[in-house]
């Protein structure tokens, strides 16, 4: 029997459609594998749209996006607009409005490529960051007083909900239990954010104990970024909120090898999902051909899991981590293959 699925596709900016590309062409090549029919419907949200029109993202096209169970994001940010516009009238709208309360980001090192950690490999280095995709300091909760004078004042605040932590710490540990996973960490600052993460400390013990066949155990941010570094082999689910998993999945990126394979998937359980490569839009390199698709691929690979389509991304990582191997770097530019090859081989592979 055939599944079909309805994709949404915002290649979005910069470099962001050419790697999108890549990944359809992988989706569509592991569908004839496995039976899967995928139809993609292309929206033209970003930077280069905002320019022309002073648009970002209208509230009919988010509810137009609520009818589809996954989307797939290329890159958001153009170099011609003001930091701030593009990232919360799309992409952080997209993650509020939609309920997407889950930022899931693998930090998994494949064989073959270099990780800046002297002595780490593949067997050391693979954890899931659970990031907290709702609430913290992305709230927007704050304000500003006596803007432009001596006595400015601004506050940004960070908002902590019962509800909204233990949504995704349950996630967390649903997810730990689902894929075989040992130990959930959380990552937090009890020593100091004394109001917030007392807050998550709790939801987490009274979470935990729902799971007891799963460790538990707990981090301060600081020392996790250190330890990132020198014992990531410690690590295997962590939850955290926000701001600090926004932080930490950027260390995490460049010590599986960087931007060029990073994904992330964006998780609303009952709604509308959305994968992307973690990296930007990278400008300096749109149009050429050589920028690193396996990111986006690699979000095709979580999207297909997301969808519980277990032996299609299976395919895909497999395929994925053959190409690795003939890959010469994972920088843009320095692969060995350009951009389109990476994903002509990707899809044969998968073939
Ligand atoms: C990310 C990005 C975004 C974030 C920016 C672009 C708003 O850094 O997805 O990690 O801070 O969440
Ligand atoms: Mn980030």
């Known amino acids: 029997m055939m599944t079909k699925y309805s994709i949404a596709v915002i290649g979005g900016d910069g470099t962001g459609p050419e790697v999108t590309k890549e990944g359809i062409k992988v989706l569509e090549a592991v569908g004839k594998k496995y039976n899967i029919s995928f139809q993609f419907d292309y929206f033209n949200f970003g930077g280069t749209r905002y320019l022309k029109t002073g648009q970002t993202i209208s509230t009919e096209e988010i509810n137009e996006l609520r009818k589809y169970k996954a989307v797939l994001l290329g890159a958001i ?11 919360k009238g799309i992409l952080l ?3 509020f409005e939609l309920d997407q309360y889950i930022n899931l980001r693998p930090v998994k090192l494949y064989p073959g490529i270099e990780t800046p950690i002297k002595d780490k490999g593949p067997k050391d280095i693979d954890f899931v960051v659970v990031r907290e995709n709702t609430e913290g300091l992305y709230a927007g909760a704050g304000g500003v007083l006596k803007k432009d004078t001596p006595d400015e004042v601004a506050i940004q605040e ?13 996630y967390t540990f649903e997810y730990a239990k689902a894929n075989g996973r040992k130990k959930v960490t959380l990552v937090g600052k009890t020593n100091v954010l004394t ?5 998550w400390q709790r939801a987490f013990n009274d979470v935990a104990k729902e799971y007891p066949e799963i460790e538990t155990n707990y981090a301060h941010v600081d020392a996790t970024t250190m330890w990132f570094v020198k014992n990531p082999e410690w690590f295997d689910v962590i939850v955290t909120d926000n701001m600090f998993g926004d932080i930490i999945t950027d260390l995490g990126a460049m010590i599986q090898g960087g931007m060029g394979v990073a994904a992330g998937g964006n998780i609303n359980p009952v709604g509308t999902s959305m994968f992307e490569p973690i990296g930007g839009s990278a400008p300096k390199y749109t149009g050429l051909n050589v920028i690193n698709p396996i990111a986006a691929i690699m ?7 997301y969808l ?3 032996k299609a991304a299976l395919a895909v990582e497999k395929a994925v981590i053959k190409v690795i191997e003939k890959m010469d770097s994972m920088s843009a530019g320095k692969m060995g293959y350009s951009t389109t090859e990476i994903g002509d081989i990707v899809a044969k592979f998968i073939e």
Do not use: W, Y
């Not at 153009?78 to 990232?87: A, R």
């Not at 960070?158 to 349950?170: A, F, M, P, W």
């Not at 109001?195 to 807050?199: Q, S």
């Open 299 to 305: 979000a095709t690979q979580m999207m297909l899991d």
């Open 308 to 310: 519980g389509e277990k």
């Open 158 to 170: 960070s908002i902590n909900t019962r509800k909204g932590v233990e949504r995704c710490i349950r």
């Open 195 to 199: 109001f917030a993460f007392d807050l």
């Open 93 to 95: 709208r997209l993650r």
């Open 77 to 87: 940010g153009h170099p011609d607009v003001k930091p701030g516009i593009l990232e």
